[in-house]
């Protein structure tokens, strides 16, 4: 007898059920775990190394060996004492969220693939735009993170600031295309010079403007600009959390017909709470602005957002169709994006905001931003000096003296399992550097990080 879908569909079912019971026990034990996998877990990657099964078996098997196994290598930024990068945890709504749309499989291509993946997409990125209080007119891609999300707007900036000088670089390319000029932040996130690059910018093509002793772009120091200048401004230097003052480059470059664009991977965050707004004040007259959900909002990897201003610039080169989008109109996501195949990203950002609401987001930005202040006060009361303003998430600190041991202190946290975090370098000084982005990290998880570097001083 063949099988039907109802007794195909039941093994799914079945592996759902167990999914959820390895996933329940993993997160009760991450508490009493190291944060970064021991030497015995990491000696069971082993257990992988197999030949490829020459036939099927039963699923059950196959998820217990990877819950068994691969659990205990992961590295526990789902809990609270994870401080490194700049990565949030899952929310429970956000993580429920990616279970049902796994379970759904939906193809967001467009609403013809799935009515519900394009729905949610949209109204979550009402809520984003209302969040940020950007243009409510502007477009919001959904992306893998950043990265993706630069892509798309810086794109969109050599495509408009082109067509501005006559050239329709869709169907001319760069060849012979009128020279653009990017003016970076030095202290531009690395990415973004790999997106320039992927985008024909050539090293040549970028002046690095001068920053101050907090990573902030001094507006003084920018190049002349002209309306075939791109400027890439920052909200939330990687190691210092500091914002540069966006509302005087829009100005400067507003006048000169520039494109600004706004990296806010995590530092756009600082928009949707009152307390921390006042930070980036002037960033809503930028031209694009990129942030990710994976980092602050607490959705899980990977998630980012591309905002920009003129919606028809972003179909204009990401659309698979060749008509370009009229003002006014919506597209379908796989115009706005890079990917035609796209997972439905849309619905864990859609549950997270959902359930955090206005008020828990603002919550979720300022209590980060305090214990990081927290994490500064008890540094500075063991020795350490701050070498940032803490105005965000972010901590960078050192021990007067002790600079060069700051690897081997970071490094010595890590091996103890307490926490995780990396060592930096900023403005020449070896440091420790501390990013408080997850939604479950409580003053609990700074008194015990502190204790442990403590620990690894002596
Ligand atoms: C300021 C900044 N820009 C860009 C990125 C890259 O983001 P993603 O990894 O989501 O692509 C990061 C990641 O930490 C960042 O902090």
């Known amino acids: 007898m063949t099988p039907n879908h109802q007794s195909l569909l039941a093994s799914s079912i079945e592996a759902l059920r167990l999914a959820a019971g390895h996933g329940e026990r993993y997160l009760r034990n991450l508490e009493a775990r190291n944060v970064a996998p021991n030497a015995s877990a990491l000696s069971d990657l082993q257990r992988f190394h197999e030949a490829l099964p020459e036939g099927p078996s039963d699923p059950a098997a196959t998820l217990d060996l990877l819950a068994r196994y691969g659990g205990p290598a992961t590295t526990a930024t789902a809990a609270g004492r994870f401080f ?77 600031l082109l067509a501005k000088a006559g050239w329709d670089v869709t169907s001319r390319g760069l060849n012979g295309a009128p ?44 190049p002349a600009l002209t309306e075939r200048s791109l400027v890439i401004a920052q909200a939330g230097n990687v190691n210092s959390g500091a914002i540069d003052p966006i509302g005087e480059i829009c100005a400067r470059a507003g006048t000169a017909g520039a494109w600004v664009h706004v990296d806010g991977a995590f530092g756009l965050w600082a928009a949707a709470s009152p307390q921390t707004r006042r930070l980036i004040a002037g960033y809503e007259a930028a031209d694009s602005w990129v942030s990710d959900g994976h980092k602050w909002l607490n959705t899980p990897y990977d998630c980012g957002f591309a905002i920009c201003r003129q919606p028809q610039a972003v179909h204009a080169v990401m659309a698979t169709v060749a ?36 008020e828990g987001v603002a919550d979720l930005v300022d209590r980060c931003c305090r214990l990081a202040r927290l994490f500064a006060d008890q540094l500075r009361a063991a020795g350490f000096e701050i070498l940032n303003d803490v105005v965000l998430n972010q901590v960078v600190a050192t021990l007067p003296g002790q600079e060069a041991r700051m690897p081997e202190i970071a490094a010595g946290v890590r091996a103890s399992g307490e926490a995780w975090f990396g060592p930096t370098r900023w403005r020449g000084v070896d440091a420790i550097r501390l ?8 003053e609990e998880d700074v008194r015990r990080t502190v204790a442990a570097i403590k620990a690894a001083t002596v």
Request: net charge negative.
């Open 435 to 442: 990013s408080v982005s997850s939604w479950v990290t409580t």
């Open 84 to 160: 490194g990068l700049v990565v949030g945890g899952t929310l429970p709504a956000a993580l429920g969220a990616r279970v049902i749309a796994s379970a759904w499989d939906q193809v967001v291509f467009n609403d013809g693939t799935s009515a519900i993946g394009v729905e949610l997409e949209k109204i979550a990125a009402g809520w984003l735009l209302d969040l940020f209080d950007l243009p409510r007119q502007a477009s919001v891609g959904f992306v893998t993170g950043t990265t993706m999300g630069a892509l798309v707007c810086l794109a969109a900036a050599r495509h408009a």
């Open 179 to 222: 020279r653009l000029h990017v003016a970076a932040t030095a202290q531009m996130h690395v990415t973004n010079a790999k997106v320039l690059s992927l985008l024909g910018f050539g090293l040549e093509d970028i002046t690095h403007v001068d920053c101050d002793e907090q990573g902030r772009m001094i507006p003084d120091a920018m």
């Open 323 to 358: 008509p370009y989008l009229k003002a006014g109109d919506t597209a379908a996501p796989k115009d706005m994006v890079p990917e035609f195949s796209r997972s439905a990203r849309g619905v864990e950002v859609w549950a997270a905001l959902r359930s955090l609401g206005r």
